[in-house]
């Protein structure tokens, strides 16, 4: 196996590190810098819409950025969602979690918010909101083919499940394990093909059954829990059938989906929040906050294949452009995303 030589006036310049190529040899080029309204720092979930071409970026403290992905252009710049965490889409639609989360003494408190907004993609304003079960919402996923809102609590640790549209109506509520979660759920993958939602919860990984809410599975991975939580993002590859989970935790763990037992562990560069698959590439993105930069990961052969440095913290999330393979990094303490382009 060969190493990528990388000049250092490269490296300064793209922000780029090379690991020795394993079965992938990609390097990762910078080729567009969006800043971002909104205030720097850690913000939340950062989701890229196929069907638009647009780029939602849950900012620190209030707003929503909307990004003209074609452009590399903010187009709206929504301030008025209060802490927003997960958000998601359909064809005429955003959806995002406010998340203000519990008032003094533990019990919500008047001004507290804590709902689904729904923002009109014609418009780019909001056009209604649900306030929510429990508080703290977190992920956000809209199962496009079926109509269904789903979105987990912090506070509460349960997820709720809502009709899509600008007047969401609850359809159920799903209580979540362990039954005194430390830290609660977190970011999950909706699986409309099997009927199932692999999600993170403390240390755990649930499998919920989308007919019924039932848990049809659950693991303890033993990740050591930190106050951010344990496991993190899940990434389900459908061509190779196995459960990829990241952890706050300087590990990422490769499961059967079936059974939940451990195929393989692989190093991250530091704890991570979101990871995303890229099905064209085979190529697994593993977004970590403290070591300012993501990870890659070849989803075909289980292994390494880069980590790539923005030098800046906070870049704990981004999304990837199946049809272009772009990767959407935010990184959140410039108040920036930066767009990388793989190759080979």
């Not at 704990?316 to 990767?327: P, W």
Request: aromatic share 8%; charged share 20%; glycine share 10%.
């Amino acid at each position: 196996m060969r190493r990528v030589q990388v000049l250092a006036g490269v490296l300064a310049s793209t922000g780029l590190l090379i690991l020795p190529a394993l079965a992938a040899d990609y390097s990762f080029e910078k080729v567009a810098t969006i800043e971002l309204p909104g205030g720097k720092g850690h913000g939340d979930i950062t989701t890229f819409d196929s069907l638009a071409q647009l780029l939602y970026v849950s900012m620190p403290n209030d707003g929503l950025c909307i990004v003209d992905t074609k452009s590399n252009t903010v187009l709206k710049y929504l301030q008025n969602v209060a802490s927003p965490n997960g958000s998601d889409w359909d064809s005429d639609y955003i959806y995002v979690s406010a998340a203000d989360g519990l008032g003094p003494g533990n019990s919500p408190a008047v001004g507290k918010i804590n709902d689904i907004i729904i923002i009109s993609k014609e418009k780019l304003k909001e056009v209604g909101r649900v306030e929510l079960q429990a508080t703290s919402p977190d992920w956000l996923a809209v199962d496009r083919a079926a109509h269904l809102i789903y979105v987990d609590s912090d506070d509460g640790n349960q997820m709720e499940v809502y009709s899509t549209g600008d007047h969401p109506e609850l359809k159920s509520v799903w209580k979540l394990y362990p039954d005194e979660a430390k830290t609660g759920p977190d970011v999950a993958a909706l699986v409309p093909s099997r009927h199932e939602i692999f999600q993170s919860d403390d240390s755990f990984v649930l499998v919920l059954d989308t007919a019924t809410g039932a848990i049809v599975r659950k693991v303890d991975t033993g990740i050591a829990l930190t106050s951010k939580g344990g496991t993190k993002g899940e990434v389900y590859d459908a061509k190779n059938k196995r459960l990829w989970v990241a952890t706050t935790g300087k590990e990422i763990l490769i499961l059967n989906p079936d059974t939940l037992e451990t195929i393989k562990k692989l190093p991250q560069k530091g704890g991570a929040d979101v990871a995303v698959l890229d099905p064209g590439l085979g190529l697994i993105y593993v977004f970590e906050g403290s070591a300012k930069g993501f990870d890659v990961y070849d989803a075909n052969t289980m292994q390494a294949v880069a980590f790539v440095s923005t030098g800046v913290g906070n870049t704990h999330t981004g999304d990837v452009d199946l049809a272009t393979h772009l990767i959407y990094a935010y990184e959140g303490d410039d108040g920036l995303i930066g767009v990388y382009k793989p190759a080979k």
